[in-house]
Structure formats: structure tokens, C-alpha cells
């Protein structure tokens, strides 16, 4: 599954100020419903409505190396909680990672999300 990813600034500014918000220790999770979903629909091949995901890693992370390693957790984090839970489509996804993200594995990550996930209700099913 490919995740789609959220590409402009002023979409992360307004997921930032306008969405709702839970936190972890391990990161911080931003959603706001997508008010350009319904036209994304219609050019998405399959014609369904999908999340648009941004990643954000800052550099006290760690060097370019550590936040390419970090993103790439945080994806399949993302990926498994998609394939485990029936999440709600239609919304811009912001995930910003904190220090604390450094070493964990991606199903201690996932278990961090989806826990977040639930707490911005988020997820409609356990099971797929």
C-alpha cells in the first residue's frame, strides 16, 4: 500500500493550528479532516478517498542518516496500523516524531499510533 503523502507547507501550518492533537512519548500526531478529498477521490485511480500522510523529523533527532532511518520506522509504523485497523479516511495526517523515537522498533511505534489514533477517534474497527 502506498501511503500519499503530504507535499505543502500551508498543509502542515494548518494541521499544526487548526487539528486536533495526541502525544506520546515517542511522537506527536496532528489530523484535520481534508477539505480537498472529494476532488482527490476523483483522480485517484481505484476512485476511493485516502489520508495524505506528512512526516516530520527535526534535527535534534539526529543526522540525516538517524531522520531517514526515523521516517522509515514511522512509515511502517503507519502501514501496520492501516493493515490492523479500519481507520477513517478523508484527513491530512501530520506525525512529528520526538527524541525519544530514537531506537524503538516500528510495532512499539505502531502500538504508540494507534493509541493516538483512538484518543482522535480516528479508528472505526479492530479487525480488518
Known amino acids: 500500500m502506498k501511503i500519499t ?10 494541521a499544526y493550528s487548526r487539528g486536533k492533537r495526541a502525544a506520546t512519548s515517542a511522537m506527536a500526531v496532528h489530523v484535520l479532516p481534508d477539505y480537498k ?7 485517484h485511480p481505484q476512485h476511493i478517498t485516502v ?6 523529523v527535526g534535527k ?5 542518516c538517524v531522520r531517514s532511518r526515523v521516517k522509515r520506522i514511522m512509515r511502517a509504523a503507519y502501514r501496520q496500523v ?3 485497523c479500519i481507520v477513517k479516511t478523508g484527513f491530512l495526517i501530520v506525525i512529528v516524531a520526538r527524541e525519544a523515537i530514537i531506537g524503538m522498533k516500528s510495532t512499539e511505534l505502531a502500538e504508540q ?3 493516538s ?3 482522535l477517534d480516528l479508528i472505526v474497527g479492530e479487525e480488518k
Open 60 to 64: 535534534k533527532i539526529g543526522k540525516a
Open 117 to 119: 489514533f483512538m484518543r
Open 113 to 115: 499510533l494507534k493509541k
Open 37 to 43: 478529498a472529494k476532488v482527490l477521490r476523483k483522480s
Open 5 to 14: 503523502s503530504l507535499c505543502e507547507n500551508h498543509l502542515y501550518s494548518k
Open 51 to 56: 489520508n495524505r500522510v506528512g512526516l516530520t
Open 82 to 84: 492501516v493493515n490492523e
